[in-house]
Nanobody, 121 residues
């Protein structure tokens, strides 16, 4: 499966962005999808993940209550709605596919190229 992220950009603190992760292939619905991010000089970290049918979702504590992950299998797309953005959310955001909705990036098999999010204070 090939993944392409979009929706990143520059936003002021307190603002919102919606990231999209579009997948190719008819097998998309068989994969759980995760969002990860990597800030400059930092390691990549888990943000959120969603199960194959969208019924199970998981979030990092740092984004819980502000970010929402969802998916539309008919459109082969997963979304990450990001509200109340903070400067510390600035990072390149990646989506990835795995057999289950893990939080460990080492268990994800397919990755997109990333989309950059910058939150100004």
């Amino acid at each position: 499966v090939q993944l392409v992220e979009s929706g990143g950009g520059l936003v002021q603190a307190g603002g919102s962005l919606r990231l999209s992760c579009a997948a190719s292939g008819r097998t998309f619905r068989f994969y759980a999808i995760g969002w990860f991010r990597q800030a400059p000089g930092k390691e990549r970290e888990f943000v959120a993940s969603i199960g194959q049918n969208g019924g199970s979702t998981y979030y990092a504590d740092s984004v819980k209550g502000r970010f929402t992950i969802s998916r539309d299998n008919a459109k082969n797309t997963v979304y990450l709605q990001m509200n109340s953005l903070k400067p510390e959310d600035t990072a390149v955001y990646y989506c990835a596919a795995a057999a289950f909705a893990y939080s460990d990036d080492g268990k994800f098999d397919y990755w997109g190229q990333g989309t950059e999010v910058t939150v100004s204070s």
